[in-house]
């Protein structure tokens, strides 16, 4: 089956520091790796997607994130994080079934502390 | 501003009661989806539709139902045959079901059974 893997329930990190934000994905085929941010009862919003070409992609709100296609990755990355980068963090992938729907992982939830 | 809206942000069922969750975009969007979000578990796909009067069963599509009468509407209805409905919801829809295209989400509704 098609899915991703986010291995750490929750990350804590200082402000200031770098952080990283885990997935693993495994599918067939070339994917289509997504990032999403979600604050407390409320909806998802996109940070960054890779489709192609160059394996750094670049997103919202100082978020990058980094494709290797050898380790099946795709890591959520930010120079100097943030204390309202505190969230939960998804990492998802298209499939071609139920009309490209979007698999998630768990989940992971960034504790930024000042 | 062009969005997805849910309503409404809270809702509280009786057991045995029919709900109906709205959904509404103003993006021109073709494909819609529902999501069902439980803690530690990410989202899982309930239905989605690729176009007006067509929509398809997701992974957990029991107890719900759907319709799509107009392009910028996808109500889901959560039946008393729904064993456990407690959960967020959270409505997407994207341009077309092409894999590099990012979802877009609403703000999500929080059902609670009581």
């Known amino acids: 089956a098609q899915s991703v893997a986010q291995p750490e329930d929750q990350v804590n990190v200082a402000e200031g520091n770098p952080l990283t934000v885990k997935c693993t994905y495994s599918v067939s085929g070339n994917p289509y790796l997504f990032w999403y941010v979600q604050y407390p009862n409320r909806g998802l919003q996109f940070l960054l997607k890779?489709?192609?070409?160059?394996?750094l992609v670049k997103g919202s709100y100082g978020f990058e994130a980094e494709f290797n296609k050898s380790q099946t990755s795709f890591h959520l990355k930010k120079p100097s994080a943030l204390v309202s980068d505190s969230a939960l963090y998804f990492c998802?992938?298209?499939?071609?079934?139920?009309?490209?729907?979007?698999?998630f992982g768990a989940g992971t939830i960034l504790r930024v502390k000042s | 501003d062009g969005g997805i809206t849910q309503s409404p942000k809270y809702l509280f069922r009786k057991e045995g009661q029919n709900v109906t969750l709205s959904c509404e975009q103003n993006l021109n969007h073709d494909a819609m989806y529902w999501y069902r979000q439980d803690p530690g578990q990410g989202l899982r796909l309930i239905y989605y539709s690729q176009i007006v009067n067509d929509f398809q069963k997701g992974d957990i599509a029991e107890g719900y139902s759907v319709s799509r009468e107009k392009k910028e509407s996808f109500p889901l209805t959560v039946t008393s045959a729904q064993k456990n409905p407690t959960a967020f919801y959270l409505c997407?829809?994207?341009?077309?079901?092409?894999?590099?295209?990012?979802?877009?989400f609403g703000q999500g509704t929080r059902l609670t059974v009581v």
């Open positions: 890779y489709i192609t070409g160059d394996n």
């Open positions: 997407a829809s994207s341009i077309v079901t092409v894999g590099n295209t990012e979802a877009f």
């Open positions: 998802a992938v298209r499939v071609r079934e139920y009309g490209n729907k979007l698999v």
